[in-house]
Nanobody
Framework: QVHLVESGGGSVQPGGSLRLSCASS???????TAWYRQAPGKEREFLAR???????DYSDSVQGRFSVSRNRAGNTLYLQMNNLKPDDTAVYYC?????WGQGTQVTVSS
């Protein structure tokens, strides 16, 4: 298992952008990596992942607005979020294999 620390959350107006980071204590290359979110009163929702090939895969709810990537060193996972909407308000979590970060709050409001 690895230790994960998310950062980059905050408050933004609708249409704005944020980039979340997930710093890992170990390499994330060739591991199952993904981003999820959980809004109040709702179940945790899958958003995006990097396939073993390195190709990204997205849920329909964020396709075209969010982008998942990792750094060249292979120890940080990113989630670039553009054109944010109030419905994107949630706690965002990264996952590497069976390890989860503590979450970072994203609030989209005017």
């Amino acid at each position: 298992q690895v230790h994960l620390v998310e950062s980059g959350g905050g408050s933004v107006q609708p249409g704005g952008s944020l980039r979340l980071s997930c710093a890992s204590s170990g390499s994330i290359i060739s591991k199952a990596t993904a981003w999820y979110r959980q809004a109040p009163g709702k179940e945790r929702e899958f958003l995006a992942r990097l396939l073993p090939s390195g190709a990204p895969d997205y849920s329909d709810s964020v396709q075209g607005r969010f982008s998942v990537s990792r750094n060249r060193a292979g120890n940080t996972l990113y989630l670039q979020m553009n054109n944010l909407k109030p419905d994107d308000t949630a706690v965002y979590y990264c996952r590497v294999d069976n390890s989860w970060g503590q979450g970072t709050q994203v609030t989209v409001s005017s």
